[in-house]
């Protein structure tokens, strides 16, 4: 969202317009979620998510504006996360990825992080090929289902949400070379179901 829309939305925000929270939460939740599952799990996600939007309106008179309307509901979203983190004394361990200095970029992408080289695509407009969406759909979510916590999350912040690596890196507190190495093995995983399913049409 730009910044001339992040003022407006803020300038209605403070009047108390309920329609202009409804837009924030239904623009942000999923991001901001997406920031707690990778810090605190599943588990705790939700419960963060709702602690970050009571601190969210508590300090909303606050907000600048030096950065986006975005990042300061994410940080908002981390910090809250990482002290959850240190009241139940469980630590998470964001480095300990075997090989994680070891990265080196797949031809599949581009040094922009984008596809280099596509899947191909392939028609969808008789019914079979519908039915093959939705089972496609449904192999991805199972795909997605089987990445970690951190690696599931650093790919929506990328891939849904289009946060720069280097955002991502502040937000989860997680190095550079160890974000590429997350997003290389969720994007990899990704790129094979969409592969393997083209080819057999099966998960």
Known sequence: MPYEADNRLLAR????????FTELVKTYQSPMRAV????V?????????QEAWLSVIRNLAKFE???SLKTWLLTITANTAKSKLRQIRREVSLDSLPGGHDFNPDQR?????????????????TPEALLS???LRECLDKTLGSLSDVQKSVL????????ALEEICNLLD??????????????????ATLEHFEETGEC
């Open 13 to 20: 925000l403070l009047k108390g317009e309920q329609p202009a």
């Open 36 to 39: 707690a599952y990778a810090i």
């Open 41 to 49: 799990g599943a588990s705790h996600a939700d419960e963060i998510v």
């Open 65 to 67: 504006g030096r950065a």
């Open 109 to 125: 992408y581009a040094d922009d992080g984008h596809w280099s080289s596509p899947p191909s695509h392939w028609e969808q407009d």
């Open 133 to 135: 969406q939705e089972e």
């Open 156 to 163: 929506m912040l990328r891939e849904r949400q289009g946060l």
């Open 174 to 191: 997680v190095s550079a070379s160890n974000v590429r190495v997350l997003l290389h093995r969720a994007r990899l995983k990704v790129f």
